[in-house]
């Protein structure tokens, strides 16, 4: 088919016209009436012609188009396929050439990067011999700073052992020194102990008596009393100031229920009771023997 040449289009209008005017010749001939002839008839011609209808004529222009149509595919497809292979041929060739081109610059990049490795060896090798250098003069230094170092460490420890032995006989003496002082320290405070002790004990003395008479002055000896040597344990709840909350004569020795009523009368007559000379000898519950007179 891609190799098949075209009809020639005027070779198919000569066809259209010689049908047509064979078509026109039949139908005048058909329309003329022969004429009677005495003489010689001359012989009718027939002439066959081949009658093409309207739709015949339709049918022939629409294969024409449709024949058109196809080589014009054809035609269309075949330029396609020139210009796809054109393209194909132009893309190889320009993948081909970036070939070359990424070839060429991975080689150049390779010797940049080999020569850069080249270098960096060499700077790394000259660091590290000017490191191995420093290291070494480091090592000098600090083996020099080390000697000095031990020298200045011993001469520290024979003077802390020195100053260690001095502080340790300065100890000894001043335990010695501070055991003594905190026995005399001791002893006198137990002296001063001993003598507030007794004083506080004075003080409570004349506190609880200075309570008694507060008492003693205000009771009153019952009507009836036959015992004179009777005595009375009362208990006291007092609060700061003096000032009774509670009051429990708990037993009377000699005496009867008037006599401790009585003395329970007298207590709370006393309140406030007296104020102690101390704050030490202040105590919120008292126990009394109270001896009437």
Partial sequence: MANQKPFPISSIIIALLVHVGVFILLIIGLQITPRPNSGMVDPIKIVQAEVLDGATIEAEKKRIQQERARLERQRRELALKKQREKE????????????????RQAEIKKAQREKKLAEQARVAAEKARKQA??????????????????????????EALEKQERD???????????????QM???????QRAARQRQLNTMLSQY??????????RWRKPAVMEN???????????????????????????????????VEEAVWKSDPLPTPPDAELFQRELKITFEPK
Avoid: H
Wanted: glycine residues 4%.
């Fill in 228 to 262: 004179q040597n009777v005595y009375c344990i009362v208990y006291v709840e007092q609060a700061l100031g003096g000032y009774i909350q509670t009051v429990d004569v708990q037993k009377c020795v000699g005496g009867d229920e008037q006599l401790r009523k009585s």
């Fill in 88 to 103: 194909r041929q132009q893309r190889l060739a320009l993948e081909a050439k970036q070939r070359e081109e990424q070839k």
């Fill in 208 to 217: 609880i008596g200075a309570i008694s008479n507060r008492i003693q002055s």
């Fill in 133 to 158: 250098e420093e290291a070494k003069k480091q090592a000098e230094i600090q083996a020099e700073q080390e000697r000095k170092r031990a020298e200045e460490n011993a001469r520290k420890l024979a």
């Fill in 185 to 191: 320290r001791a002893a006198e405070e137990e002296l």
């Fill in 168 to 182: 340790a006989e300065q100890k000894r003496l001043d335990a010695i020194l501070a055991e003594e002082e905190s």
